[in-house]
């Protein structure tokens, strides 16, 4: 599917009746425009939050891709309408073309994970009329609600701004559209615009659903909200985990049952965080301001493996990134490289084959967890303590592996600094605990186990994480350390390039940062002063000389 964006033939460009340039738009089909509502409001002369019927207007499309071919005129087709409410909400719009695009199929949109995503959008600005391309970074969720997504331009020099509203926001790697620019941020020093994501497009105008690729980010088992009690503790648990406001990487929940009270907290907290099924009539006490809720857009994707076998969940999770066509080598790692930042799987012990699904999925997935700072959420069925303790065992023996690798880190970096953070030995504990559960697996109480289980793998847990957060800061420490020594370097290079070899207290103060840096282990905030001032004194001693040469 990815394909250059100077030959995608679905960009057009949007005018209104005088010809101004209203904005962008994506052909989907061979009839029909995505655009913003706004967009279409503007050329009734309507400004700002609107309400009630598109306007009776019609606007001119440019098929500018396709230069051989005329302008159509265009209106709103019915059920294509979501104007842009006082809330922020909304602002998309379907239009239908009076005369279909020959030979055309128009744009294929995707729901795909959005967190540090690259893309392009096409747009068509005062100053280049005939359209513009511009490349961001898509870094986190933003605006009402948490419907839109901000994007960063990646290009000094290039962002969006008027001209590109309704443009296609389209993924560098898969040439999928992703999403549509909305609006953008006032001030060209910041750059920052926003896009409303495909799952926010569906859920105010479904009808686009025809044009969408690729499987929905909630498995349907998921889906259903259910009308009995929920476990509040079980909710907020959740709800933590996927705002980020718990240090937990993994969480394992006993849910029983689908409609148990627990069962029933995980569905409410899938379906009232993706941005195409929160029901519309989700208000803020079951939204934004409920704690027991997790944000808008915060579950990347949500998997039922009740009756599935591995290699259809590994499939599942690899169609959903878009790397399932280039898939080549071992599953595991395939997957564990491309899962989603936030994942949920429910039903892990009621897969065909659980075992396998630990070691081929749901392993890989979580030993990369406390490194790539993954939220994911495993929802068992029963106790499953076999099934668990293996997931533990494994889990464990990744925490020695991290640890024996910080220590080598650490050992290496003790040669050039002092005060480095001490590589705690968690793991050989938590091991002598898992021992003991083991042992305890064959007895009659599998209440009191659960419960010790349970607690030896949020400890298990919260040791890795700390452990991927001691080796990040070791690599920061390392990588200032060497900073210093290549800025030094340079700032002695500019001071011999200037004539300053024998300037009286330069040497002094180099050779000082450079005995901080190389003579042995010393302090980084200390040699951070001595390069720096080394590099004051060289920066002052040029511009000495440049004010004392004759004009």
Same mark, same amino acid.
């Given at each position: 599917m990815k394909e250059s964006h100077g030959r995608q033939p679905w960009p057009v460009r949007i005018? #209104? &009746?005088?010809g101004l340039i209203l904005g962008s738009g994506t052909l989907l089909g061979d009839r029909h425009v995505l655009t913003c509502a706004h967009v279409i409001d503007s050329s009734a002369g309507r400004r700002g939050a609107a309400t009630g019927d598109p306007p009776a207007t019609r606007v001119r499309v440019d098929l500018v891709r396709l230069p051989h071919l005329a302008a159509r005129s265009a209106r709103v087709t019915p059920g294509g309408w979501a104007p842009l409410d006082k809330d922020g909400h909304g602002d998309v719009a379907l239009l239908e073309l009076a005369d279909p695009v020959p030979d055309q199929q128009g744009a294929e949109l995707r729901r795909l994970p959005l967190w540090q995503q690259h893309v392009y959008a096409f747009g068509f600005p005062r100053e280049f009329s005939d @359209? *513009?391309?511009?490349?961001?970074?898509? &870094?986190?969720?933003?605006? $009402? @609600? @948490?419907e839109q997504v901000q994007m960063t331009p990646a290009n000094p020099g290039l962002w969006v701004r008027s001209g590109f509203s309704g443009a296609a926001a389209v993924d560098e790697r898969t040439g999928h559209v992703v999403g549509m620019v909305v609006s953008y941020y006032s001030d060209p020093a910041a750059g920052r615009s926003y896009l409303v994501p495909v799952e926010t497009i569906l859920r105010h105008v479904p009808a686009v659903a025809r044009w969408v690729v690729g499987g929905s980010s909630v498995d349907g088992e998921l889906t259903s909200l259910g009308a009995g009690h929920r476990d509040g503790p079980a909710a907020l648990r959740i709800a933590r985990l996927y705002a980020?406001?718990? %240090? *937990?990487?993994?969480?394992?929940?006993?849910?029983?049952? %689908?409609?148990?009270?627990v069962s029933a907290a995980l569905r409410r907290a899938v379906v009232l965080s993706n941005r195409e099924l929160r029901p519309a009539s989700a208000g803020p006490a079951e939204a934004d301001g409920d704690p027991t809720v997790p944000p808008l857009g915060s579950i990347d994707l949500s998997l039922d493996a009740? #009756?599935? %076998? %591995? =290699? *259809?969940?590994a499939e599942r999770i690899l169609e959903f990134v878009g790397a399932g066509e280039q898939a080549t080598g071992p599953v595991g790692d395939l997957v564990g490289a491309a899962v989603p930042r936030s994942v949920l799987i429910d039903g892990v012990d009621e897969s065909t084959d659980p075992k396998e699904l630990l070691a081929e999925v749901v392993g890989p997935i979580v030993d990369r967890a406390a490194e790539r700072d993954l939220r994911v959420l495993l929802g068992f069925r029963a106790p499953a303590i076999d099934v668990r303790l293996g997931l533990l065992a494994r889990r464990i023996n990744g925490l020695r592996a991290a640890e024996e690798l910080a220590r080598a880190q650490h050992s290496e970096l003790a040669a050039l600094l002092t005060g480095l953070p001490t590589v705690p030995a968690r793991a050989t504990r938590l091991r002598v605990r898992l021992t003991a559960l083991r042992a305890a697996a064959g007895q009659p109480d599998p209440g009191a186990l659960a419960k010790h289980l349970a607690a030896v793998e949020r /400890?298990? &847990?919260? /040791?890795l994480h700390k452990m991927a957060e001691l080796r990040r800061r070791l690599t920061e420490l390392a990588s200032a350390h060497q900073r210093l020594r290549g800025l030094l370097d340079a700032q002695r290079a500019r001071a011999v390039a200037g004539g300053l070899t024998e300037h009286p207290g330069l040497g002094a103060a180099y =050779?000082? /940062?450079? &005995?901080?840096?190389? /003579? @042995? $282990?010393? *302090?980084?905030?200390e040699a951070t002063a001595a390069v720096h001032g080394y590099a004051d004194q060289v920066r002052r001693a040029l511009d000495d000389r440049r004010e004392g040469e004759p004009s």
């Open positions: 005018r #209104g &009746d005088s @359209g *513009e391309t511009v490349h961001a970074v898509l &870094d986190g969720q933003v605006g $009402p @609600g @948490g980020r406001r718990s %240090p *937990e990487n993994v969480l394992v929940i006993v849910t029983g049952r %689908p409609g148990s009270t009740t #009756g599935k %076998p %591995p =290699r *259809e969940l /400890a298990t &847990d919260r /040791a =050779r000082r /940062a450079h &005995d901080l840096l190389w /003579a @042995g $282990p010393g *302090e980084l905030t």
